[in-house]
C-alpha cells in the first residue's frame, strides 16, 4: 500500500505566523492528494485537492503544493481557528490511505 | 444543504454485530461513492472501503475485507456498514463520507458524516 509519511508530528507555532505541513508519499501520485483539517470532536474537512485546489469555501491563507511524492500545506498566517490535526490522503492507488497527521498547536 | 447523517452511538459487546447507516441528502445519491473511515481513539483515519450505490459495486481495504459488509439502498438514499463478531479494537468513531467529483472512487472527500462512535466492551 502506498504510505503516507507527515513526518513533523506536532507544530508549535503561535497566531499570525506561517505554517508549513509536508507530507511524503512512498510513490509517486502525480498530484492526486488531498489534505483534510480535523478539530477535536468534529469530522474532518476537506482543505485542498488535487495537490494545490482549495476546496469550496476554504480561505485563500490555505495552500497547496508539490507532485510525484513530496506535498506541502500551507497556513500563510495562522489564525485561531486553524489550530487543529491535519491530514494528507492519496487517492491513485487502493487502499486509499492517509497520513498520521500532523497536529499544530499553539 | 449537502449532508450525510449517520445513525447514533453505539455500545456493543464482544461477539455481537452492528450496521451503521448514512443518509446522504441534498444531492443525487445515486451519482457519488460513499466510503467509510474509522478512527480508533486518538489515532489517524484508516479507509475501509467504499460503495457506489447506483450499482452497488464495491472496493474494500484488504485490511478490512472479510471482516465488514459495505452495502446500500439507493431507494432511501443510505448507505449502511456492518461489522461482525465485534471485538474491544473495533471501538472507534466510524464516518461516512462522498466523494468529490462523482463518478471515480479514487477520490478526495468533500462531504463527511457527523460520525458515529461505537464502543465495544
Known amino acids: 500500500e502506498t504510505v503516507l509519511t507527515q513526518s513533523t508530528g506536532t507544530l508549535s507555532l503561535s497566531p499570525g505566523e506561517r505554517a508549513t505541513l509536508s507530507c511524503r508519499a512512498s510513490?509517486?501520485?502525480?498530484?492526486?492528494l488531498a489534505w483534510y483539517q480535523q478539530k477535536p470532536g468534529q469530522a474532518p474537512r476537506l482543505l485542498i485537492y488535487?495537490?494545490?485546489k482549495r476546496a469550496t469555501g476554504i480561505p485563500d491563507r490555505f495552500s497547496g503544493s508539490g507532485s510525484g511524492t513530496d506535498f506541502t500545506l500551507t497556513i500563510s498566517r495562522l489564525e485561531p481557528e486553524d489550530f487543529a490535526v491535519f491530514y494528507c490522503?492519496?487517492?491513485?492507488?487502493?487502499?486509499?490511505?492517509f497520513g498520521g497527521g500532523t497536529k499544530v498547536e499553539i | 444543504e449537502v449532508q450525510l447523517v449517520q445513525s447514533e452511538t453505539e455500545v456493543k459487546k464482544p461477539g455481537e454485530s452492528l450496521r451503521i447507516s448514512c443518509r446522504g441528502s441534498?444531492?443525487?445519491?445515486?451519482?457519488?461513492?460513499i466510503a467509510w473511515v474509522r478512527q480508533m481513539p486518538g489515532k489517524g483515519l484508516e479507509w475501509m472501503g467504499i460503495?457506489?450505490?447506483?450499482?452497488?459495486?464495491?472496493r474494500y481495504n484488504p485490511s478490512f475485507q472479510g471482516q465488514v459488509t459495505i452495502s446500500a439502498d439507493k431507494s432511501i438514499a443510505t448507505a449502511y456498514l456492518q461489522l461482525s463478531g465485534l471485538e474491544a479494537s473495533d471501538t472507534a468513531m466510524y464516518y461516512c463520507?462522498?466523494?468529490?467529483?462523482?463518478?471515480?472512487?479514487?477520490?478526495?472527500?468533500?462531504?463527511w458524516g457527523q460520525g458515529t462512535m461505537v464502543t465495544v466492551s
Open positions: 463520507l462522498r466523494t468529490h467529483i462523482g463518478s471515480y472512487w479514487n477520490d478526495a472527500f468533500d462531504i
Open positions: 441534498g444531492y443525487i445519491f445515486t451519482d457519488f461513492w
Open positions: 460503495i457506489y450505490p447506483r450499482d452497488s459495486r464495491t
Open positions: 510513490q509517486s501520485i502525480g498530484t492526486a
Open positions: 488535487g495537490a494545490s
Open positions: 490522503q492519496q487517492y491513485v492507488y487502493s487502499p486509499l490511505t
